[in-house]
C-alpha cells in the first residue's frame, strides 16, 4: 500500500469517524472496495434514528404548531418565506433560536425582500435594474 492509499484511507477514517484496520486496508484495491468498507461501517443500524430527519420533523411541528398551519404543507423544498409572514419573521426566527438552542445567522433584506433588484457579478453590486437603463454588451 503506497503513502498516497495510506493518506486517503486516513482521511477517510477521520472524515466519517471511523477506524479501518490494516488488514482491511490492504485489501482495498479500488475506490468500490473503499466505498464499500465506509459504508459497512457508516450504514444506520435500525435502532439508530437520522438526526437531520428528527431535526426536520420537530422543527415542523414547531413551525405548524406555531403559525396554525397544517404540518404536510410543510416539505422540505418549502421556503420559510413563503410559510412565515414578513412581519413575524424576525420573532418565529428568535423563537426558532430560544427553542431548539441554536445560534442562527442574522437574518439579512433577501429574507424579507425576496427580489433581487440590484445587478451584481461575483457578489459586487453594479447598478441597480430599477433606475438602471444598462444593457449587457455582447
Known amino acids: 500500500m503506497g503513502l498516497d492509499s495510506v493518506t486517503l484511507v486516513v482521511d477517510v477514517e477521520k ?31 435500525s435502532n439508530q434514528e437520522c438526526k437531520s430527519q ?28 413563503e410559510i412565515i409572514p414578513t412581519n413575524e419573521l424576525s420573532a418565529v426566527w428568535a423563537q426558532i433560536e430560544t427553542v431548539f438552542a441554536v445560534e442562527l445567522p442574522p437574518l439579512s433584506q433577501m429574507d424579507f425582500d425576496p427580489i433581487d433588484k440590484d445587478i451584481k457579478i461575483f457578489g459586487l453590486k453594479f447598478w441597480n435594474k430599477e433606475v438602471s437603463d444598462h444593457k449587457w454588451i455582447n
Not at 25 to 35: I, M, Y
Open 15 to 45: 472524515h466519517f469517524h471511523i477506524s479501518i484496520s490494516n488488514a482491511e486496508a490492504e485489501r482495498l484495491r479500488t475506490v468500490q472496495d473503499l466505498v464499500n468498507c465506509v459504508f459497512t461501517k457508516v450504514s444506520l443500524n
Open 54 to 81: 428528527t431535526l426536520f420533523h420537530r422543527l415542523r411541528s414547531f413551525l405548524a404548531d406555531g403559525l396554525k398551519v397544517e404540518a404536510a404543507t410543510i416539505g422540505r423544498e418549502v421556503k420559510l418565506r
